[in-house]
């Protein structure tokens, strides 16, 4: 990370990709720890949050000028000194964008187990921090009733297409917007009723003809919001998951017409996932992982080849350029 940007990050200034470092991984100093070699890494909204100044508090913690970023990833243990730990296990949690990593403990990692045989991006998709929020979020805040109508922004990433599914599961008629027409052919595959490229049509056309809505999942603010909220149904529930038409904007995006939370007796839920998933993380994972295995749950991934790319990819994701969850392969076992 090697400045804080103004509007968006720009790769080459933001960011740079600095390969100076080289380590032996046979005889890289262990002191009772493990070597893990990265294999995938996420690349995701709320990492540009991340490019502040460290003394502005938020949830997710600063990233440091002259230090490596991190996000989620997936990595193989090689070589271990701790007898929790062994050679050949797979682990999830924040890891610097690296190739090798050296860690003490297991302390912010878990060991995956992956027995449907899934690609191991999966567990940083699907599977993971992104699929994670959409349970987390749906579970705690939809209240949801067969024949009621959802809308939901962002609809083909990986927090918005498991949205869609989990509410297609509950019976839900589902209105969704993307930003391209192949993300809409996708909304279309995994059961959307009204699915739109928000681009070339009306949101507020569109649901005041489709609507009213019960339920608002909100990925980004802005517009889409407002219109959500004059289309709500009383009683409604919004969920505030993310607001990303706002994060390159340093004077962010007003909403005119809040005034419909009263009115309607709309219920408004913001929420983290990190503050939620020890709730639903034994549930999460009995359940969805079947459903992702046999295809009842679908998913999309674009992966990009190495971490000289991280930088133009973390654009890509703000500018909304990625056609799927985004992820940076690293290496192969
Ligand atoms: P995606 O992989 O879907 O990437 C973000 C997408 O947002 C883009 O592909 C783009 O899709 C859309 N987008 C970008 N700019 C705009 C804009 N100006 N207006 C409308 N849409 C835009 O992301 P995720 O599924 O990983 O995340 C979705 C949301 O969930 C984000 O806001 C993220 O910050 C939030 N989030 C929140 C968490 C929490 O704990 N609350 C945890 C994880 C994610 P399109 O082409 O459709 O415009």
Known sequence: FNSIPEGYPEPGKTTVYDDSQVIDTAHVELNGGFLVKILELS???????????????????????????????????????????????????????QNYVVRKNLEGLQVVQNPNNLPWSTFIGALGMPGMTAYTGWKEFSHSKRGETAFVTAGAGPVGSMVIQLAKLDGLRVIASAGSEDKVKFLKEIGVDVAFNYKTCNTAEILAKEGPIDIYWDNVGGESLEAALDAANVDGRFIECGFISAYNDPNGVPVRNLANVFAKSLSLNGFIVTRLQDKYFDEFYKTIPPLVASGKIKHKEEVWEGLDKVGEFILAVQKGKNTAKAVIHVGDE
């Open 43 to 97: 690349i995701d909204p709320y990492m540009r949050g991340r490019m502040r100044d460290p003394s502005v508090e938020s949830y997710a913690s600063a990233f440091q000028i002259g230090q490596p970023l991190n996000s989620h990833g997936i990595g193989v243990v090689i070589r271990s000194e701790n007898p929790e730990v062994k050679k050949g296990d797979h682990l999830h949690g924040l890891f610097e964008h």
